[in-house]
């Protein structure tokens, strides 16, 4: 440690289990020794006197207890009913949707205004992304309190650290914006077109989201595992590992590079594979930004994706929280690479056991 470091502070990195190279190594999480954590000093002050940037950040944090050690949990993490998170996702989603479809009834068609103009349709989405954003966190902080979280009893979740604090808040920003803009642009959104079941989203959405979601987990894997790999990549993606205890918000802490290929090129890649509508882009970014939220949150229960989960649980390929949340805490040695599900680490043997969420 450097004499310049306090003891608030922390490298995030594991005191044993380093290998000769340097490399962290694949271990159980039980063996696991946590040097102290970064500074985080913007959570002490009361809420007046935070910056811009920390009110904002303000929004991510859980209550106290998911911030202090805990004694170990004797039981099993609980079942999540997964049929009331897709209730929830459907009276998350479809409102926005509902008030465009709404509009474009009332409105008759001979008025200037019947029609949405893309500015128009890219600035009320983003703002209906901003709010579904809004409320996940809110739905998912309200989890991690009820719950607890994966591995409390040997630490608890990290706090945005202070130096990233403008750097996640302008991320996120960026993040609702590009993924707004660019559905509406690879969806050929068409300002005559309102949202329709069986017109602009097919009967068959769920199953349509599903494959490009298990599509773009194909892109998302290959970068993934890349920038685990060779080192020289690896700093492209260190920064989203400056967390082993994640909270929801943090999913979208990344460097310049990593927002570029995660925001951008792989959502394309995976839309040359599976083509959906301006609308089904909107759920399917919509369900991503929950998945994403939902694998950071830690929330220690058995909680899988909602859309896809049960179909690839047969084959242990689906994805739970506990998932990503071990890929967090095994840091640069990896495993787990896969966002959406566990197909490809199936595939490729590069899964982890579950330490706490044993298969159901
Ligand atoms: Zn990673
Ligand atoms: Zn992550």
Redo the contacts with the bound molecule.
């Keep these: 440690m450097s004499p310049a470091m306090t003891t608030t502070e922390v490298t995030y990195e594991k005191l044993t289990n380093i290998a000769d190279n340097g490399d962290l190594q694949h271990v159980p999480s039980s063996t696991i020794n946590y040097k102290l954590r970064a500074t985080a000093n913007w959570v002490k002050k009361p809420f007046k006197q935070r910056s811009f940037w920390e009110r904002l950040a303000t929004l991510d944090l859980a209550s106290d207890k998911c911030y202090v050690v805990q004694p170990q949990n004797p039981n099993p993490p609980p079942n999540l009913n997964v049929w009331r998170e897709r209730l929830w996702l459907v009276i998350t989603i479809a409102p926005a949707l509902l008030i465009q479809a709404l509009w474009y009834y009332i409105i008759p068609e001979t008025s200037y205004f019947h029609t949405w103009h893309p500015i128009f349709a890219f600035v009320f989405y983003h703002l209906a992304f901003v709010a579904f954003t809004i409320r996940l966190i809110k739905h998912l902080t309200y989890y991690m309190d009820v719950y607890g979280t994966f591995d409390e009893h040997n630490r608890p979740r990290d706090y945005v650290p202070d130096k990233y604090v403008p750097r996640l808040i302008i991320s996120v920003l960026i993040y609702t914006l590009a993924r707004t803009g660019g559905g509406l642009i690879l969806g050929g959104y068409n300002r005559h077109a309102p949202p329709s079941l069986g017109h602009t989203i097919s009967w068959l959405f769920p199953v349509k989201i599903g494959l490009w979601l298990i599509s773009l987990d194909f892109f998302f894997y290959s970068y993934h595992r890349a920038v685990h790999t060779f080192p020289f990549l690896w700093k492209y993606h260190s920064k989203?590992h400056s967390t082993k205890h994640?909270t929801p918000l943090q999913?979208i802490l990344a460097d310049d590079i990593q927002e570029i290929i995660e925001i951008f090129l792989i959502p394309l890649l995976a839309s040359l594979a599976m083509p959906l509508s301006a609308h089904e882009f909107w759920i399917a970014q919509c369900i991503l930004m929950y998945i994403e939220g939902m694998?950071?949150s830690g929330v220690r229960a058995f909680w899988t994706h909602p859309l896809i989960g049960e179909v690839l649980r047969p084959f242990g390929m689906d994805l739970t929280i506990e998932d990503?949340d071990l890929?967090?805490r095994y840091g640069k040695s990896g495993q787990n690479y896969g966002?959406q599900t566990r197909i490809f680490d199936r595939i490729f043997n590069t899964i982890s056991e579950r330490v706490e969420g044993m298969e159901k």
Excluded: C, L, N
């Design positions: 989203h994640p999913s694998g950071h990503h890929h967090h966002k």
